[in-house]
T-cell receptor, first 113, second 116 residues
Framework: DTGVSQNPRHKITKRGQNVTFRCDPISEHNRLYWYRQTLGQGPEFLTYFQNEAQLEKSRLLSDRFSAERPKGSFSTLEIQRTEQGDSAMYLC???????????FGQGTRLTVV | AQTVTQSQPEMSVQEAETVTLSCTYDTSESDYYLFWYKQPPSRQMILVIRQEAYKQQNATENRFSVNFQKAAKSFSLKISDSQLGDAAMYFCAYRTRNTGGFKTIFGAGTRLFVKA
């Protein structure tokens, strides 16, 4: 296992289009997080899954955002009707059962033009 | 609500010298974790060091050590014998240990430059 994998690494989309990102966590990790990071800022929490259950969502996650983790393994984050303000790096992280360290993927950089 | 503040947007250090990055946080809880993460340019974030709030002893990992002042809610990172590979964004972060506390809260980061 080479760590948390995110695809795609980069995505350029036109305003109004829908985009979907994928995160494959480390295989034995049951906890999965999505964060958004804008330039010059720290990551901001978006949502959290424990296995397939989405247990917490940030107020940052508007109705245009939806996340799933259908089988408790990989997760997807979809943004509908993208806006220029959605341009950011989207980070995924996972933590193993009983663990404290979050392992991060390399992120998906979204640019909305 | 918990907050994490890093008041130094940028820091610079000469190779082989020592540098200290500052972090303060605000919480009403007594049991939590504090972290320092490193994010090199175009690379993924990695954990540098972790401190449990119930432990009085400051954490140390090789050239990295922290000064944890619980009463002052201060958590600084000291990097000794700085190396060129230490150049990166450094984020201070907080997470509660209470049941139901899931998210990690990050500061805005400090960009560290290392001069040869």
């Amino acid at each position: 296992d080479t760590g948390v994998s995110q695809n795609p690494r980069h995505k350029i989309t036109k305003r109004g289009q829908n985009v979907t990102f994928r995160c494959d966590p480390i295989s034995e990790h049951n906890r999965l997080y999505w964060y958004r990071q804008t330039l010059g800022q720290g990551p901001e929490f978006l949502t959290y899954f424990q296995n397939e259950a989405q247990l917490e969502k940030s107020r940052l996650l508007s109705d245009r955002f939806s996340a799933e983790r259908p089988k408790g393994s990989f997760s997807t984050l979809e943004i509908q009707r993208t806006e220029q303000g959605d341009s950011a790096m989207y980070l995924c992280a996972s933590i193993e059962i009983g663990g404290t360290e979050a392992f991060f993927g390399q992120g998906t950089r979204l640019t909305v033009v | 609500a918990q907050t994490v503040t890093q008041s130094q947007p940028e820091m610079s250090v000469q190779e082989a010298e020592t540098v200290t990055l500052s972090c303060t946080y605000d919480t009403s809880e007594s049991d939590y974790y504090l972290f320092w993460y490193k994010q090199p340019p175009s690379r993924q974030m990695i954990l540098v060091i972790r401190q449990e709030a119930y432990k009085q002893q400051n954490a140390t990992e090789n050239r990295f050590s922290v000064n944890f002042q619980k009463a002052a809610k201060s958590f600084s990172l000291k990097i000794s014998d700085s190396q060129l590979g230490d150049a990166a964004m450094y984020f201070c972060a907080y997470r509660t240990r209470n049941t139901g506390g899931f998210k990690t809260i990050f500061g805005a980061g400090t960009r560290l430059f290392v001069k040869a």
